[in-house]
Structure formats: C-alpha cells, structure tokens
C-alpha cells in the first residue's frame, strides 16, 4: 500500500464574494511509496504549501481525495495527528524556550520521551546538542532547522511532511539536511520534501514539478532529465549581456535563458541544429571568444522547457 | 495527564521569561489599588474657598471661624471686592467663595434675617453641591447654636445612619470595582494573547497536527493565568484591608470561590475572543473595547446603573462584571452570605457554561 495517495486534489482560496478565487492546486493526483523520499519542486507561490496543508489534515481540499497511511485526511485526521511528522516552513517551535525544552515538550504531547528514540535523532540532534540550554530563537538558521527537524522525528513518525525545509539555510548545511534525509529513509520512514531549489529535486527518489498549482511531471529526476528530448546548448562568449538580446530575437532560437555563466539555447529545428550554425550567427553578429558546448539537461532545464509548454497551451 | 502537564509548564515559562508582560500582569493590581485608594478619590476634603467679608462684625468672624476649623475646607485668601471673585474662580485654586454682606450681624440680630451667599464652581457639579451641602450645614449650626434659648412648638429631628460605610470611603466600592476590572483584564487579555500568539507564531500550526485535544490546549492555557489572578485577588484583598482598611465582612472562603469562578468567566471570554481573532494587536482591540470599557461602564462601580436609561440597565446584564461586583459588595461589605447572593452566582456560572461550550465549538481543529 502507498504510503500517500493524492486524487484529483483541488484548492481554492476565496479572498471575498466579488473576487474570483485564487486557485491554489488544480486536479492534482499522486502516490508515495513507503520508504521514499518524494520531492515537490516548484517556485514560491505554485502551491506546495497549501498541498502540505492538506495531506497534514490542516486544511480542507474543495475536490479529491487524500490518504495518508491508508488514513483519510478529512475524515481520520486524528488518526493522522497521531502518525504523521510535520515541519512547517515557517520556524515554528517557542522562540522563549530553550533546545532541550522544545524537545522535550513535543516529546511528552506525542506520547513518548526524548530517551525513547533518541538513536533515530542522535545523528541530527547532537549536533545542536552542545546548545540545549539556548533559547531556539538565538539558534542560527541552520541549528534551527535541525531542531525543528528533531521535533518532527521525536514520535517516530511513519511519514514525515517537510514544508522547504533547506530554504534560507547555508549550503553546507543544506548538504547535511539532505544527508540526514537519506538517512531517516533508511529507518523505513516515508518523506515528502518540498523545495524551491531545482538543484535537490536530484537528491529525491522521486519528484513532482509543480507550478501554479499544477503538476507538469512526476518521475524519477534522472528520467524527467531523459525526456528532455532536445539538444541543449550552453553559450558563452565576450559580450553576455548582448548575447542574450541577440539569441531570443533570432528566430532559429526556441529557448534561451541565463544558467551560471552560460545561456542555455535549444533550437527550433532542433533535428539539425549544430554548434557551427549557432557559432556563425553569433560571429556574424559581431561577438568574439564564443564557446559552445552540447550538454545533458538538468532539471532546471526541464522545468524551464515543461514550463515553456504549459505556457503554450 | 502528563501531556496536559507539560503544556502548563511551557506556559509558565512563556510567562516567567517574558518579564515585562509579568510585571505588568503582577504590577497592575498593586497600582490600581494604590491610585484608586490615594489619588481619585472623590470625597471631598480640604477643599480652598474664599472669603469675601464687607461685615467685618463678630457674628461673621464667628462663621469664618467655624469654616475654617472644618476638615472639609481651607480658607485660601481673603478678598476685599465682589470684582476679585471671578479672577479668584479663574485662577483655579478655589472652589468656593463664601460672601458676607454689610451689616451682618445687625441685619440678624435685629432685622432678624440675614443674608450670605455661596459662589461655587460648578465645572464639577458634584464638588459644588457637596461643598454647599457641608456649608449649609456648618451655617444651620450656628443657627441653632445662637437660638438656644428659642424653643420651637414643633421639631422633627432626622438621625441619619450610613449602613456598612459609616464613613463614607470611597475605597468601599471600588475595591470591588478593581477586582471586577482586574481579573476581567488579566484573565481574558492575557489569555486569548496567549493563544493568538501561538497562532501568530506559527507553533498552533504544529500543535494541531499533534494527538493534543483542543479542549486540552485551551484548558492548559487557561490554567496559568487562573493562578495568576488568584494571586491578584489575594494582593488586592492584602492591600485593601491593610492598607485602605477597606474590611473583609463577610466568608473569606466564600469571597475566594466566588472570584475563582468569576475568574473563569474571564478566561472563558478570553478564550472565545481568541478564537475569534487570528493576531495578537486584533485580540488586544478587541480585550480592550470588548470587557475594558464594559467593565468600567456596566459594572455599577463608577457610573450607578439605576441612573442609565433603560436599555443600557438591560444591556448592563450581559456584562458579568456586574454580577461579581454586586456579589463582592455583598460579601466583602456587608458581610451577606451565599443565601443572599446564589442569584447572581448562578449566573455567572450559566455565563461560564455557555462562554465555554461555545469557546471550544469555536477552537479551530484546522487552519482555516
């Protein structure tokens, strides 16, 4: 049995009677298995939140149905309380009460004790250990990601709901984050992640590419990168600033967008396109020292090109 | 049990590490009281008058004398012409200018009738009749005082008796009135803050998605600010019979359980404006205007409710505060017991009852 199922999932927001409402997530149907670390990968405002929301039985979808852990979230939703791990965006634990307190106090309203399962915190939860006695609200952003990551777990939860939880935290402890993450997998807990990031969609077994509360593609990340399916070319050359005028107004180009230090350009005529082609024209146009290179696509790419489609329709 | 305990313990954190609202719950009671009991008061006392004598005889002297021997005044100055009583009044120091005419004491003597006037300001009406009614009654004295030998066929002596506050403080009835107020602010202030705050914040959020019963949550809420104002209640008891010998006649034991319950009148209220409210400047308004001014106003401790027109008197019944402060009044003053008060406990009780239910049908299980 999947350890979440999402079917035809809708949500609308009502600001007032005038106004049309604000629709947050449009038909969307998914399933976790148990023991996978399933991410949800979109920008700000696609609906991820309202979508964590619902599955945590905090709100109410207008359409569908959810189930997590074979639990219905309107109707079992205290079933789900009991079972279920939730982290959310927003740092949410008593900024006045000190590391060891907020441990202990969302150890004791789940039922157990911090010594009871402490081995599946040890690995996230010694680290913030030498500052137990700090207030949380003195923690650093990092810190107190890994103490709210340590409240979530303190219950043993089946599975685990993680609202962005890397966002506005440094890379190296965004790396930890993600190392702790395959970690808890392995106990046999199910997580869903959510993230703005496109570059940990490929730390996920699987993902889902949401926007405005659609989902455009769910699959393994290597797989959504596979059906890319076209030619991409990274561009560089002495002018970038031009560069980029130049390209979105030539009518060969299809795509065209910054990444890092290149442009990343995918051709109409993606069948013949090659580098000379796409060399000449920017010689021609007067630019010098001009590099490109034939590469993989990443999922940013993919979400740009699902995105480009989605636009089309 | 031990999940509802250490939801209490977390609270009392909360408050102990946040010493400025602390200071503030604790502080509050001990100010008021003192202010009440020292600053308005509105007895009157020591009040400066005038003298403006063209008699300069000795039955006038006499008077002066007499005037100025009483507690309730202090002659400030002498004026020599009806011209300075006016600039008199408008430089604000007296209330009161006592006029003497010419010939006084012949116009009493043998015209038999006398004339003296009472100029009082009036910007505070209360003051002047008050004033007025102390003057008359020194003048009637002498009166009699100079008519000794005089005996009147007929007489009707009035014996006036002030029942329970034989001296007339005002302390009497604002100490209730203060407990009324201060329970109802920190009780329900304090506590629908308390639980806006976790929504503000974030950590309701969390909460919800936990096996804590929502009836849980909002009595262990609750529970803290109980404590807290049975303390303010012992302080304001301590400081009224110590220090305003304001006099406790009444079952102590009975006073107490009467305010635990009007104590969770309170919180009941606070705990349904929270759930009304979704940020703490919100429930703050809403504290303030909603128990605040009502208290103030309905309760019967500064403004008499049989003087309001008769829908404010009805409106005045859905205010508890009104209901407590009559059964503080009862109890404390003059030292009734339950028999005398079980109507007005009742309904504070089927005030709670019903402030609760709804209260918790109203606690949000989801976020919206």
Redesign the interface.
Known sequence: MPSVVVKNITKKYTQSKKEQPIIALQNISFEVEKGEIFGIVGPDGAGKTSLFRILTTLLIAEQGSATVDGYDVVKDYKSIRQRVGYMPGKFSLYQDLSVEENLNFFATIFHTTVEKNYDLIKDIYSQIEPFKKRRAGKLSGGMKQKLALSCALIHRPSVLFLDEPTTGVDAVSRKEFWEMLKRLKQEGITILVSTPYMDEASLCDRVALIQNGKIMAIDKPNSINQNFGKKLWAVRANNMFGVLKTLKSWQEVFSCYSFGENYHVVMKDDDNANAMAIHDYLFKCGYREIEIQLIDANIEDSFMALMHTENEK | M??FF??VK?EF??IW??KRTLFILMGIPITQIIIFGFALTNEVKNAKIAVLDYARDNVSQQLIQKIAANKYFQIDKSLYSYQQVEPAFKEGKIKMAIVFPQNFASDLLHGNKAQLQFITDATDPNVATTLVNYANAIVKDYQTDINKTTVYPYTIETEIRMMYNPELKGAYSFVPGVMALILMLTCAMMTSIAIVKEKE???M????????KPFRVILAKAVPYMLLSMINVISILLLSVFVLDVPIRGSLLLLLSESLLFTITSLALGLLISSLTNSQQVAMLFSFLGLFLPTTVFSGYMFPIENMPIPLQIISNIVPAKWYYNIVKAIMIKGLGIASVWKETLILLAMTIVLFTVSIKKFK????
Do not use: C, N, W, Y
């Not at chain 2, 959020?205 to 804590?212: C, D, G, H, N």
């Not at chain 2, 299980?365 to 919206?368: C, D, V």
């Open positions: 031990k999940q250490a939801f977390k954190f909360h590490r946040d914040m974030g950590t959020e969390v909460i919800l998605v936990s096996p804590l299980t989801r976020l919206a």
